[in-house]
């Protein structure tokens, strides 16, 4: 049986903290899915395409790797209908570690069969959030060193459609 793991998240939009904890996990399995959550809770700046497009430009060439979209359904079922084993979460803190210990517990009550991966980014990307970097990149600041250049682009374009009248 392969090791096959499920690395869930919104990646709105993907940044390298996602990246650096996606590459930890292909180190450990050898089947990794980013599984992008459309979810409507969160109010998103790209579309699932567009967040899609993008990991799969970033992660072109990355061995094991699949990239899809969860549109509805828990998480748990979607583990045991593809045959995955491992929940990947990425923890940078301690707020972090307390909000996935509970979703963890209950992915395991709804499948035994899944375990919850907890793995910490490296030290440079503890503090980088896909919020902070919107609001960030969204009010013209650099946000180049935490994400990949064609996210840097992406966040870019978005901003000139969203105000127009900005330079950058």
């Given at each position: 049986m392969k090791k096959k793991a499920i690395y869930p998240g919104t990646f709105d939009p993907f940044t390298n903290g996602h990246l650096d904890v996606l590459e930890r996990a292909l180190t450990i399995f050898e089947e990794v899915?980013?599984?992008?959550?459309?979810?409507?809770?969160?109010?998103?700046?790209?579309?699932?395409?567009?967040?899609?497009?993008?990991i799969r430009?970033?992660?072109?060439?990355?061995?094991?790797?699949?990239v899809e979209v969860l549109h509805d359904g828990l998480l748990a079922e979607y583990a045991r209908d593809v045959g995955a084993n491992a929940i990947i979460r990425g923890v940078r803190q301690v707020k972090d570690f307390e909000y996935e210990f509970q979703l963890s517990l209950l992915?395991?009550?709804?499948?035994?069969?899944?375990?919850?991966?907890?793995?910490?980014?490296?030290?440079?990307?503890?503090?980088?959030?896909?919020?902070?970097?919107?609001?960030?990149?969204?009010?013209?600041?650099?946000?180049?060193?935490?994400?990949?250049?064609?996210?840097?682009?992406?966040?870019?374009?978005?901003?000139?459609?969203?105000?127009?009248?900005?330079?950058?």
């Open positions: 899915t980013v599984l992008i959550a459309e979810n409507s809770n969160k109010n998103t700046l790209f579309t699932v395409e567009e967040r899609m497009d993008a430009e970033i992660t072109i060439g990355m061995d094991g790797l699949h992915n395991r009550h709804l499948n035994p069969d899944v375990t919850t991966v907890f793995l910490m980014p490296n030290v440079k990307y503890t503090y980088i959030a896909s919020s902070i970097i919107k609001e960030v990149a969204m009010l013209g600041g650099d946000v180049s060193k935490f994400v990949h250049p064609s996210v840097l682009s992406m966040l870019h374009r978005k901003r000139k459609e969203l105000k127009p009248n900005t330079t950058s």
